[in-house]
């Protein structure tokens, strides 16, 4: 009865409004429960929009001088580490019920890593002190075990931040994205497309790469995570690989 309409005075529920929804839910599916990955992902999505007070900034990097010959991914890892190192605060665990904050010193960064069957965040361990050769290969090898469904639990298990790199996809280019407690803050990597950008003072096509920080205002200040992003672009819009 929750779920009928009520056409009723003052709100009472008639014989009318209970045919009516009986004959609207017999032209649908059944109800099926969610298991599995997506029940853990509806599960997570619904702990960080009861515990999390997001926030998101949004700015793109000039890739033009690279895009043609660097690894896009392992240079997103490697601008995520640079903002770490310029804002620690974003690299870090919070818990709500004592009010503690943990600023971890090694980059556990997880990977969203997509699936017919939900999404999966595995975690490459301590990027900082990775070769790019080394990053490349750890993130074939987990995106092979999570499509073989092979992947240790432990494997998804202690990110201190997330990249969510959804311009994959070929479509977005911003998004306010969804930080998974107790981390502290996603970075979100939209499509990459020529657009029209002033350079040297005349307007010029070059690819950029969008991009999107959403962070937990509880713990972090706009300052931090500008300091945070503005680190990310310098990094990105560095020549060579």
């Known amino acids: 009865l929750l779920a009928v309409d009520a056409s009723g005075k003052d709100g009472a529920i008639t014989a009318d409004d209970v045919n009516r929804f009986a004959s609207a839910m017999a032209q649908v ?34 890739v033009e001088d690279w895009i043609g010959t660097g690894d896009v991914t392992v240079r997103l ?3 995520v580490i640079a903002g770490c190192r310029a804002s620690p605060v974003l690299n870090a665990w919070y818990s ?17 890593i997509n699936t017919d069957d939900g999404l999966f965040v595995a975690v490459m361990r301590d990027a900082a002190s990775r070769s790019d050769a080394d990053l490349r290969n750890g993130l074939e090898s987990l995106k092979r075990d999570v499509a073989a469904r092979q992947i240790p639990l432990e494997e998804m298990r202690g990110a201190t931040i997330t990249l969510s790199n959804f311009g994959v996809f070929g479509a977005g280019r911003y998004a306010n994205l ?5 981390q502290v803050a996603i970075v979100g990597a939209g ?14 096509i070059r ?21 945070f992003l503005k680190a990310m672009l310098a990094e990105l819009e560095r020549a060579g690989n």
């Open 191 to 204: 499509t990459i497309k020529p657009r029209v950008v002033a350079r040297d003072g005349k307007p010029s």
């Open 96 to 112: 709500s019920r004592d009010m503690t904050l943990r600023i971890r010193e090694r980059v556990n960064l997880g990977m969203a």
């Open 178 to 182: 969804v930080v998974v407690p107790p």
């Open 77 to 79: 890892i490697r601008a």
């Open 29 to 62: 599916e059944p109800a099926e429960p969610l298991r599995g990955v997506r029940r853990a992902m509806a599960q997570k999505m619904q702990q960080s929009h009861a515990e999390i007070v997001p926030a998101s900034i949004h700015d793109e990097a000039d």
């Open 207 to 227: 690819r950029t790469l969008p991009l999107s920080l959403t962070f937990d205002h509880r713990v972090a200040t706009g300052m931090e995570a500008s300091r």
